[in-house]
């Protein structure tokens, strides 16, 4: 059987599905995005106190999940302030409830 080499064209939607899910695929931030859910936004300080985590490992995760677009931080120095990308969240729960149906 012959391979075929050509690489696979995924739509775009299947690519923000699978960027979204791979941020999602760890339980912390999962648990992050449920806290900032329920605030209008918090800093990396606050997020330190909630969990019981190192804040570069906190930072790591915030990074990953800013990277997917589920987070937007807005830079108040010396801080960081973090809160739920709205328009990229609404697309997630769209994208996942239409792969689960």
Request: glycine share 2%.
């Amino acid at each position: 059987m012959k391979r075929n080499l050509e690489p696979i064209e995924y739509k775009e939607d299947t690519e923000t599905l699978a960027m979204f899910a791979k941020a999602l695929a760890h339980p912390t931030r999962i648990a992050i995005l449920k806290h900032l859910e329920n605030q209008s936004c918090c800093f990396t300080g606050d997020l330190v106190e909630v969990f019981p985590l190192a804040q570069s490992t906190i930072s790591q995760h915030l990074k990953e999940l800013k990277n997917a677009g589920l987070i937007q931080g807005e830079l108040k120095p010396p801080k960081i302030k973090y809160c739920i990308n709205q328009e990229n969240w609404k697309i997630a729960k769209k994208l996942f409830q239409q792969f689960f149906d």
